[in-house]
């Protein structure tokens, strides 16, 4: 994945304050339809710096994917419970070809112990919206097709962007069952799972896996189908 190729260094050294413990399990990051994922950290008080970097190496090793226009990034967004406090250089930030830049973010880190994941959306108004109408969400699994969600869902975002479904895996699997495939159906591509595969299932009294997946380039109003062995 050519994102991979260009994210060299994630963490900068940065802590503050006294506040909440707990950590980070990995670092989900969103680019256009591109996902990359690095080991997390340790969360030690108030705040915590994270640094992107970027660099255009060209075709085939860029972050960015088309080398003959400048690309914009004009948002990031964290998942819940972090929040966004700053970034430098600030937005809308322009990567132009062969450009080496950095991405200082400060995250306000929850006001209290947590333990999970971390997702971090680089946005551009230049990359189209689609609507997306998730009528079910079934989860397809040892000759069983149970639905997921309890009710539809309509979003609009990015064409190409990965968006998570959190299933509970005890609907269908038991605690020792393990898990080697996941797919999806069209137009929607699987992208990877948290925990990712194969897992087994751990408990018996729950347990949530989070799957993302890769939205259409185009409008869509169906269902999201979750194949899984």
């Keep these: 994945m050519a994102i991979k190729n260009v994210i060299e260094s994630l963490f900068g050294d940065k802590k503050r304050g006294n506040g909440p413990s707990g950590s980070v399990s990995n670092v989900n990051i969103y680019w256009k339809g591109a996902m990359h994922s690095v080991h997390g950290f340790e969360i030690e008080g108030n705040e915590h710096e994270i640094v992107i970097p ?83 969400t079934m989860l397809n699994a040892k000759g069983k097709s149970i639905k997921v969600s309890e009710s539809g869902e309509v979003k609009r975002i990015n064409r190409g962007d990965i968006f998570e479904s959190s299933v509970q895996m005890l609907r269908v699997f038991k605690k020792g069952d393990v898990i080697t495939e996941v797919s999806v159906n069209k137009p929607f591509s699987f992208i990877r799972s948290e925990p990712e595969l194969p897992f087994s299932i751990e408990s018996d009294n729950s347990f949530i896996v989070a799957f993302y997946i890769k939205a259409p380039d185009f409008d869509y109003a169906g269902n999201l189908e979750l194949n899984v062995k």
């Design 54 to 136: 970027f660099t255009n190496h060209g075709a085939g090793l860029s972050f960015l994917k088309d080398q003959k226009k400048q690309e914009v990034i004009d948002s990031i967004t964290a998942s819940d419970p972090f929040k966004i406090g700053s970034v430098v250089p600030g937005l809308p930030l322009v990567i132009n070809t062969g450009e080496k830049i950095e991405i200082h973010i400060t995250l306000k880190n929850p006001d209290y112990n947590y333990s999970g994941p971390l997702t971090l959306k680089l946005g551009s108004a230049a990359n189209a919206e689609i609507h997306l109408e998730l009528q079910k």
